[in-house]
């Protein structure tokens, strides 16, 4: 975004306002991409100058001062940062080992170093290296008072708040013996489940994406919100400690299980051995386990067990002598590229994926891999730099490529083999066209970067069937309409047989009854035509089997017709519009009680089009993104067409936060652990709130009821030990439904 560098007396007040509007905004993108993304767009600079001219014209223009003026805050500082912590000792990093050879030189350093104690026998442990990011949390008579990143090393981050959300972090040491004072250190991770659960999550509204485990943990901790952080998942493993007013124990082995006893959860995989041979085996086990881990892992580490000769050996240039990485080698394999096709998502984003000749890399066949966007194929990144070596490499059809599965799980092309490209292959051509629909696919400009999003998408919204049918996927799916007998395939059938073109047409399906029939009777035929087919059977008969798809089409119609009065939370969710997940959805649902009065302030702010917030109410976890998502959505006719139609068919029931005395859990604060099977998180927190309870994160004494599914652990226990009423997910629902 450019600033307006106008002199401030030559500004007209209408001009001023729009100006400040305009700041404004970008400032509190800048904001929410530095703090909650984790993935700055702009440079401090120009965020101080916007911030400058903000604050310059709201001082010529006092009466111009927005209520949510964001000038209190420090210009170019973290508008609400962490603060500082300064570690009592600094959290080093670790010598690497990338051979054999290399552990064998660590041992003979120390045996060399130890040479005068003749009857010493030295034991080393060795444990998995977590790929997460590490953090110090300081206890204080066994109760957790502070928690900070690891920073530069020297000086951290505050950021206690979301470190508590973590179960694996108990708030209270457990057992006794602990020191008066200790950090423990230990690495903050995020399983591969978890992160992919994220990411179809975001995939669902259309949201950012998501690179990878650690990165997506290292912006989960940076957030504002600790209750974001908290609906991450993070986990923790102790393997470490910094400041201590007493050795924990002898030696680093029983150190780290003491911190087992505590409540912490530490590595099992971690030994202790006396020989390079014991230590390269338990290399060679924990290498073999990587891919079964569930988290990822990128070497083990190797540590002098007896605390007095760690301190003895000491420290050289940031690094421990006592401690060895022995990092894993990636795991890489040599391919060639079939094809590169392009996939269109309910979103409308065209991405690319390259075919691959199928390969085995660590265990699994890979025959596919993400290409992301047109500049990844060019090879280059957002800000025009290489990507693969010195010089823009891209990636063509022919070529042979090495791929590598990143921290063990996203396949990607690290390089091309650029002397095996053959004579006659050309530079792949990114479509500027819907290769479904062919509607022009452009570039988002970036208005505060100037610059163009990296993926081009579709404009053609619902004239595109591929964004057709995925939006009709997701309505129909289990945390939106929840439609049963309308999944994957048969929204597919319905849509490909033009009965279904939009999410009205679904409830008038049972009018066109026999077209139905006919279309999945159809499906049917082809079905077992193709079964015969490859059992090498001749058909000789056609049997009727319209007959028996009657009772399946009388199921999916009464779904169908058992949806007609959606939770108006579902419902906004259900409508696929961008940046508007389940919670954002329930937000929404609970500021605007009715679909109507959400139609009419959409509509009132695309009439508006400038100032969003004087049209939408300030509301506590609602920003920019969504209000603009929203004004976009309605304003565009074909949407607002689309709707009115629905609407016709469905009556989205008005929200009512019941906060009466009838539940019994109005008042209550409910906490939700493990995993539940009936409803999702995010229905089982909006249910608790329409019945006027508070959902919290973490158990305290002030908490009232915990529900706990299957696999709780830290939160069970503390509920238990604090004498909370603990319920599972049916005892729930039962006291909900009273
Ligand atoms: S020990 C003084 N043990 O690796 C040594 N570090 O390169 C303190 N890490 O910043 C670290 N797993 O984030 C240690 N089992 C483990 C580890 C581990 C992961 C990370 C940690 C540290 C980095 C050092």
């Not at 250190?185 to 259309?206: I, N």
């Not at 062919?438 to 610059?451: D, I, M, V």
Request: proline share 4%; aromatic share 8%; net charge negative.
């Amino acid at each position: 975004m450019t600033i307006d560098e106008r002199d401030i007396e030559d500004y007209s007040e209408a001009e001023a306002r729009a100006e400040i509007d305009r700041l404004h905004a970008a400032l509190s993108r800048a904001d929410r991409a530095y703090f909650e993304q984790d993935a700055p767009e702009i440079t401090d600079a120009e965020y101080d100058a916007m911030k400058r001219r903000y604050q310059t014209l709201e001082i010529a223009f006092p009466e111009l001062k927005r209520p949510d003026s964001l000038s209190g805050k420090v210009a170019g500082a973290p508008v609400e940062g962490f603060s500082k912590v300064r570690h009592a000792v600094p959290m080093l990093s670790l010598a690497k080992a990338y051979t054999d050879e290399d552990v064998v030189d660590f041992i003979e350093r120390a045996r060399r170093f130890f040479e005068r104690d003749k009857d010493l026998k030295l034991a080393f442990t060795a444990e998995p290296k977590i790929d997460g990011l590490s953090a110090s949390l300081r206890y204080e008579n066994g109760v957790f008072v502070q928690g900070a990143t690891r920073g530069d090393g020297a000086v951290g981050e505050d950021i206690t708040a979301n470190l508590r959300t973590i179960t694996d972090i108990p708030h209270k040491l457990a057992g006794a013996g602990w020191p008066a004072t200790i950090e423990i250190r230990g690495e903050v991770y995020m399983t591969m489940a978890e992160f992919e659960a994220l990411k179809a999550r975001s995939a669902a509204v259309g949201g950012q994406e998501y690179v990878n485990p650690r990165n997506t943990a290292a912006g989960s901790l940076r957030q504002k919100d600790p209750s974001i952080t908290a609906s991450r998942n993070l986990k923790f493993f102790a393997y470490a400690w910094g400041y201590t007013s007493a050795d924990p124990a002898p030696t680093q082995f029983e150190a780290v299980h003491r911190f087992g006893d505590w409540g912490f959860k530490i590595s099992p995989y971690m030994v202790r051995a006396t020989s390079v041979d014991e230590l390269i085996a338990q290399y060679r086990k924990i290498e073999e386990l990587r891919s079964s881990l569930g988290y990822d892992i990128d070497g083990v580490v190797y540590k002098l067990d007896d605390l007095e000769l760690q301190r003895r050996w000491g420290f050289s240039s940031g690094e421990p002598r006592w401690a060895v990485a022995h990092k894993f080698p990636a795991e890489q394999a040599t391919t060639t590229v079939r094809a590169i096709d392009i996939q269109v998502g309910r979103t409308g984003t065209l991405a690319p994926v390259a075919r691959l000749a199928p390969v085995g890399v660590g265990g699994v066949v890979v025959e596919n891999v993400t290409l992301h966007n047109e500049d990844y194929i060019a090879g280059i990144d957002s800000n025009g730099l290489p990507i693969r070596g010195d010089e823009p490499i891209d990636i063509r059809v022919g070529d042979t490529v090495v791929i590598q599965r990143a921290g063990d799980v996203i396949p990607q092309i690290v390089r091309v083999v650029l002397e095996k490209r053959p004579a006659d292959a050309v530079p792949y051509v990114f479509p500027h066209t819907c290769p479904v629909c062919g509607s022009p696919a452009t570039r988002e400009l970036n208005e505060k970067t100037g610059k163009e999003d990296s993926r081009r998408r579709c404009t053609g919204e619902l004239i595109c069937p591929a964004q057709a049918v995925e939006q009709l996927k997701h309505f129909a799916s289990r945390g939106a309409m929840d439609i049963e007998g309308l999944g994957t395939e048969n929204v597919e059938l319905l849509f490909n047989s033009g009965l279904v073109r939009t999410a009205a047409d679904i409830f008038t399906l049972k009018h066109r009854r026999a077209e139905v029939q006919a279309a999945f009777a159809a499906r049917r035929e082809e079905q077992s035509r193709q079964r015969d087919a490859a059992a090498g059977k001749v058909r000789t008969a056609t049997r009727s089997v319209a007959e028996r798809s009657f009772e399946g089409l009388d199921k999916l119609f009464a779904a169908i017709d058992g949806r007609r009065e959606p939770e108006l939370d579902r419902f906004i969710f259900a409508l696929g519009i961008r940046h508007i997940g389940e919670t954002t959805a329930a937000v929404l649902a609970k500021t605007f009680s009715t679909i109507a009065a959400l139609r009419d302030k959409g509509l009132e702010a695309a009439a508006a089009g400038g100032n969003l917030h004087e049209v939408f109410p300030s509301v506590n976890g609602i920003g920019d993104t969504v209000w603009e998502a929203l004004r976009d959505f309605f304003g565009n006719e074909r949407n607002v067409v689309a709707l009115d139609s629905l609407l016709a068919q469905v009556t989205p029931k008005e929200y009512v936060v019941t906060v009466s005395a009838t539940s019994e859990v109005a008042g209550k604060t409910v906490v939700f652990t493990g995993t539940l099977e009936k409803l999702t998180r995010g229905e089982a927190k909006a249910m608790a709130e329409r019945l006027g309870a508070k959902v919290a994160g973490s158990v305290s004494k002030n908490t009232d009821i915990v529900v706990a599914g299957p696999g709780a652990g830290s939160k069970l226990k503390q509920a238990q030990e604090l004498g909370i009423m603990v319920l599972d997910e049916d005892q729930w629902l039962e006291m909900a439904a009273k």
